[in-house]
């Protein structure tokens, strides 16, 4: 009686993982053109193993903020074709990187076709999670972005910057909401404007 009641219980708690299934990379395509305006706790998980939290705003296309806690804790703001660093610790005026150079570029571009050749080098599936690694296929010394997508329905949950010189980010998503205003000084690269 036991192995039926424990039979029973695996048959109605399992419908869901085995309905997960990998992604197509027309349906990630399709989700992250659908997304305008995003917002998402994040928690980045630096190359050093160092921690940081703080707060996502994202307007696509070409534009992201990423807002970290704590006194001094900095932004790093994607606006204009720029990725411009701003850190109050440092004594240094904020870096600034072409936008094009990064791998974000991939999630903020005006359209996003993760079929074009020689653009995405890995797509997997997990057992819950599509996997998509993607580089800039021009450019691949430009490093690339690996997207973690769960699916019913499609969310981006997590990605992993690797950069041109060997080093990952990783960037951790809460719970995203999508579909809000949000203002343009949010995105303004001159300055620490909110």
Do not use: C
């Not at 197509?24 to 917002?39: K, M, P």
């Not at 996502?56 to 992201?64: E, F, N, V």
Request: aromatic share 6%.
């Amino acid at each position: 009686m036991k192995r039926i009641l424990l039979a029973l219980a695996l048959t109605f708690s399992a419908p869901a993982s085995w309905a997960a299934e990998k992604l197509s990379l027309n349906e990630i395509s399709r989700y992250l053109n659908g997304i305008t305006t995003a917002t998402s706790p994040f928690t980045q998980i630096n190359d050093d193993g160092s921690l940081s939290t703080g707060k996502l705003y994202m307007h696509r296309p070409g534009r992201m903020r990423f807002e970290y806690d704590g006194n001094g804790g900095g932004t790093v703001v994607a606006g204009g074709g720029a990725v411009v660093i701003h850190d109050p610790k440092s004594n240094q005026p904020p870096e600034t990187y072409p936008l094009k150079r990064t791998p974000l570029s991939i999630i903020l571009d005006r359209r996003v076709d993760l079929g074009r050749a020689n653009m995405v080098v890995g797509h997997s599936f997990d057992g819950t999670s599509t996997i998509v690694r993607a580089q800039d296929p021009e450019n691949p010394d430009y490093g690339s972005i690996e997207m973690m997508f769960t699916g019913s329905p499609v969310e981006l949950r997590k990605w992993v910057i690797h950069d041109s010189a060997g080093g990952q980010t990783t960037v951790v998503l809460g719970a995203m909401e999508t579909g809000q205003k949000l203002s343009s000084s949010l995105f303004t690269t001159s300055g620490r404007s909110r």
